[in-house]
């Protein structure tokens, strides 16, 4: 794999750093076979949501990013029955959804195009926040209409 060169350069930062630094190489170029596995299209979608890239994320939608993920690679004991259901049919989980992410940072146009695309108003992390209640919290009137 071509996940060999990417090492953090810090001795003291933990596996987790490591993993982080590990999927964003590997995010940011395509597989060998040119196609990115369903974790590497999630992982896009979220960190686009993150910056509010409106190409990024329609991008990684369109190479079929689920529009309800939730932070590829973490699984507790309490989440792992619950990854046989349908992603778009969950309303709580835990971690953030992209358009919970991107109302969070206050992008509007970000958030237009998620909730274009079909993703769930509705759903609420692990303390019952919905993208709403983000997008009050980023003082942003803008996205809060969207």
Do not use: W
Request: proline content about 5%; charged content about 25%.
């Amino acid at each position: 794999s071509g996940l060999s060169k990417c090492r953090l350069e810090s001795a003291n930062c933990n596996e987790c750093c490591e993993q982080l630094e590990a999927l964003e190489c590997a995010a940011a170029s395509p597989d060998l076979n040119g196609r990115d596995s369903q974790a590497l299209m999630n992982h896009r979608l979220l960190k686009a949501a993150r910056e509010g890239q409106v190409p990024g994320i329609r991008a990684a939608l369109d190479a079929g990013a689920s529009i309800e993920t939730r932070r590829p690679f973490v699984m507790t004991l309490d989440t792992a029955a619950a990854t046989t259901t349908d992603p778009t049919t969950q309303t709580s989980g835990i971690g953030l959804t992209p358009l919970m992410v991107a109302a969070e940072e206050g992008y509007t146009l970000a958030c237009e195009l998620l909730i274009c695309k079909r993703a769930c108003v509705n759903s609420e992390d692990e303390d019952g926040m919905r993208p709403l209640h983000f997008a009050a919290f980023a003082g942003s009137p803008e996205t809060c209409r969207a």
